[in-house]
């Protein structure tokens, strides 16, 4: 088996993430992410008791759930199996070299029936940022590097469930549209989030000034104001146990759509035939 590709710098991303809590972290998503979990977790009829979270921003989610063990999102994650009926992936799966090997150990660590909630920045985040620094450097340096991380499309979100042997796999989006007087002051909270450029192919020299002089005449903007995106995806499966519900099998259905929906069910040949009413008895 191969091992997956290295896409982060880990080294850098770890010092990305300590000067961010050392100079003020902005970190305004997290506070949301935390908010829909715990309006998530009401919604569930049911208490966990032995709650794990997977972070790179520790003293943050400590603080939202005190009850918790905050986990560092390693490679390898420190979660003993059959653990916790509860594990809490944040924010951090996106910084990831393998994200369905972070989901295969949440599952492993998860008791049968036990749930895993992942909240993380999705495909349409920042797409203002790519277009416009990819046509920047495009005109100022006749070539790309890779500066945005790469993030997974909600398309695909419910897939890395699935690969990572979750039950009942469900994904959903929520984008957000933050205003920001210029878009350097939305690169300064992008560092204060933790989330500049620690790719591992990224380009490791000082990028000429006028790259971001050009990139800041072609950000797209409302008035005076820019605005970014970011989307937060959510992603909820459980540890398969036995008393799930399950899928019907195929062709086991003891009725029929067409008499549920009261019309005509048709053949693949078939043409639909308009009813007079008064034909009808």
Not at 214 to 240: C, D, H, I, S
Request: hydrophobic share 40%; glycine share 6%; proline share 7%.
């Amino acid at each position: 088996m191969t091992n997956p590709p290295i896409l982060f710098d880990r080294p850098a991303l770890l010092a990305r993430r300590r000067r961010a809590v050392t100079q003020g972290p902005a970190l305004f998503l997290h506070d949301e992410a935390a908010i829909e979990i715990k309006e998530r977790l009401k919604d569930i009829n049911r208490s966990f008791t032995k709650v794990a979270i997977v972070t790179g921003m520790s003293a943050f989610w400590a603080d939202h759930f005190t009850e918790a063990t905050i986990i560092s999102d390693d490679d390898t994650l420190p979660l003993p199996v059959q653990s916790f009926d509860l594990v809490i992936h944040a924010m951090c799966l996106h910084q990831s070299n393998d994200p369905v090997g972070q989901l295969v150990q949440c599952q492993r660590s998860l008791e049968p029936d036990g749930l895993l909630l992942v909240a993380m920045f999705g495909g349409q985040t920042l797409t203002e940022l790519r277009a416009a620094l990819s046509e920047a450097e495009v005109a100022v340096c006749q070539g790309l590097s890779p500066r945005v991380s790469p993030m997974v499309d909600i398309r695909d979100a419910g897939a890395l469930l699935q690969r990572s042997g979750f039950a009942l796999p469900v994904a959903d989006a929520d984008p957000r549209s933050v205003s920001y007087g210029s878009v350097f002051d939305l690169m300064r909270d992008l560092r204060a989030m933790g989330e500049s450029n620690a790719l591992a192919a990224r380009d490791k020299r000082i990028p000429p000034r006028t790259l971001f002089e050009k990139m800041a005449t072609l950000y797209p903007t409302q008035g005076e104001r820019v605005v970014a995106t970011f989307e937060l995806l959510y992603l909820t499966g459980w540890a398969p146990d036995v008393s799930q519900q399950k899928p019907l099998r195929p062709g086991s259905a003891t009725s029929r759509l067409a008499d549920a929906l009261e019309t005509v069910e048709m053949g693949e040949d078939a043409r639909p035939v308009k009813t007079d009413e008064s034909d009808k008895t």
